[in-house]
């Protein structure tokens, strides 16, 4: 089955400057990768998906790329603010929408002001 | 639009007795929603998938006697836990894909925060 790494437990980014959020994978690449923001006690909430045969997708402050010979995808958030802070999970859908998704453990992202 | 709402958001429930969530999408149809279980500080786990008008696909290790599901429509998806014990805390999440939208995206419920006693 997948295994999904995210860099890191926790990363501490100041306010205004990009952060950068990093999602592997060990095994085939997913028909969809993608992003959600989690807040405490909350279900996570969709941001971005990005397909197989893409490299890059694009929403307003958030960035994703999506390198299958790498395995990986990374995240960012430019500009970033205050309330941007949560954990942000990396998903993984290998049916094409039919199924459920795997998740990574998420990174807890920090901006400080 | 996509809102899916559960019920309770919190329930605290003694050891033998069940416990019954539900999940419903507001504003769109969902022909599959999914259930998910989060222990603390771990990722999203996969329970099962939940297909309206036919039997629940149980992941491995989910045992389907005990965590039963029904899709009666396509809006309302239940997960009850039966004869829970301590080691069924959880939060436990539901959510829907719009089956209308052709898009691969899930669309989550606020979580159910289950203590059993």
């Known amino acids: 089955s997948q295994k999904i790494e995210q860099n890191s437990e926790a990363l501490n980014i100041q306010e205004g400057k990009t952060a950068t959020l990093t999602c592997n994978y060990t095994?085939?690449?997913?028909?969809?990768l993608q992003w959600y923001r989690q807040d405490p006690g909350r279900g996570p909430v969709f941001l971005l998906l990005i397909r197989e045969n893409e490299k890059e997708k694009r929403k307003e402050r958030l960035k994703v790329t999506f390198d299958t010979t790498l395995k990986q995808s990374l995240f960012h958030i430019t500009a970033s603010q205050p309330a941007d802070s949560a954990t942000y999970l990396c998903?993984?859908?290998?049916?094409?929408?039919?199924?459920?998704?795997?998740f990574g453990k998420g990174t807890h992202l920090i901006i400080q002001p | 639009g996509a809102v899916v709402s559960q019920h309770p958001s919190r329930v605290i429930c003694k050891s033998g007795t069940s416990v019954k969530i539900e999940c419903r999408s507001l504003d769109f149809q969902a022909t599959t929603m999914f259930w998910y279980r989060q222990f603390p500080k771990q990722s999203l786990m996969l329970m099962a998938t939940s297909n309206e008008g036919s039997k629940a696909t149980y992941e491995q290790g989910v045992e389907k006697d005990k965590f039963l599901i029904n899709h009666a429509s396509l809006t309302l998806s239940t997960l009850t836990v039966t004869s829970a014990h301590p080691e069924d805390s959880s939060f436990y999440i539901c959510?829907?894909?719009?089956?209308?939208?052709?898009?691969?995206?899930?669309?989550f419920g606020p979580g159910t925060r289950l203590t059993v006693t």
């Open positions: 095994n085939y690449s997913p028909a969809y």
């Open positions: 998903a993984l859908d290998e049916g094409g929408g039919a199924d459920g998704l795997t």
């Open positions: 959510s829907a894909r719009d089956r209308t939208s052709g898009g691969s995206e899930q669309y």
